[in-house]
C-alpha cells in the first residue's frame, strides 16, 4: 500500500508543480490557478482515500465463532448476483433464514454448488432450482473451500476460507487481481465439464 500511495503523491505532485513552473515569479495567483491547485490536492486526497479502503477491503478476515463465520457468509452471498459455491458438505447452511436466502438466489438461477455428494440440504436447493454438481467418482476431495460472487462478470470475485492456528481466515480476490482467483474458476469448470461428460455418457 505504501508504494502505491507514494507513487499517487508522486504523480500529482508532477502534476500540481506544473501550475507552479508556468506562474510567473513575485506574481500572485489567478483564479484559474488556484482552482486547479484546489482541484489537484482534491484528488489526490481521494486517490490516497480509495488506495487506503482497498487495501483495507482486500487484507485477510478473521473470524473466532462459527456465528461470525456464517453471517459474513450470508453477507457474502446475498451481495453477489449469481454465486457459486464450492464446498465439502455445505454444513454452515444450518439455520432457516440462510436456506430461504439461498433459495431465493436458486428460484432466480443464480445459485450454482459443487460438492463431492449429494447431501441433503443441496437436494433441498436443487429442487429449489440451485445447479449441484457432484464428482465424487473422481475419488479426490480437494482442500479448497470458496464462494464466488458475480459469476461472470466483470466485478466477480472469490473468497476462500482457511483455518490459521485455530482461527477462520477468509481472503477476497477479484477477477484479475489474483492467481487465486482463476484457480477457483477452474475448479469450477472442471467440476461442470465433467458433470457435463457423465450426462451426456
Not at 506574481?27 to 488556484?34: H, L, N, P
Not at 451481495?79 to 436456506?99: H, P, Y
Not at 432450482?129 to 462478470?153: E, H
Not at 481472503?171 to 474458476?185: L, N, Q, Y
Request: aromatic fraction near 8%; hydrophobic fraction near 45%.
Amino acid at each position: 500500500m505504501i508504494v502505491q500511495i507514494l507513487s499517487i503523491l508522486g504523480s500529482s505532485a508532477s502534476l500540481i508543480s506544473l501550475v507552479f513552473f508556468f506562474h510567473p515569479t513575485g506574481q500572485s495567483f489567478t483564479a484559474t490557478e488556484g482552482i486547479l491547485l484546489g482541484v489537484g490536492i482534491m484528488l489526490t486526497a481521494l486517490a490516497v482515500a480509495l488506495e487506503v479502503k482497498r487495501y483495507i477491503a482486500t487484507q485477510p478476515k478473521t473470524f473466532k465463532t462459527k456465528k461470525t463465520i456464517r453471517d459474513y457468509m450470508f453477507r457474502w452471498i446475498e451481495s453477489g448476483g449469481k454465486v457459486c459455491i464450492f464446498s465439502n458438505d455445505l454444513s454452515w447452511v444450518d439455520d432457516d433464514e440462510m436456506v430461504s436466502m439461498l433459495k431465493q438466489k436458486a428460484g432466480k438461477d443464480e445459485l450454482q454448488i459443487c460438492v463431492p455428494v449429494m447431501v441433503p440440504i443441496a437436494e433441498t436447493l436443487k429442487t429449489a432450482g440451485a445447479t449441484i454438481l457432484t464428482y465424487s467418482p473422481l475419488k479426490v476431495v480437494p482442500q479448497s473451500r470458496f464462494t464466488i460472487i458475480n459469476c461472470g462478470r466483470m466485478d466477480a470475485q472469490v473468497a476462500v476460507g482457511r483455518r490459521v492456528n485455530g482461527e477462520h481466515v477468509v481472503e477476497e480476490f477479484g477477477a484479475g487481481d489474483h492467481p487465486v482467483f482463476a484457480v477457483a474458476s477452474d475448479l469450477v469448470e472442471l467440476v461442470t465439464r465433467y458433470n457435463q461428460t457423465r450426462r451426456n455418457a
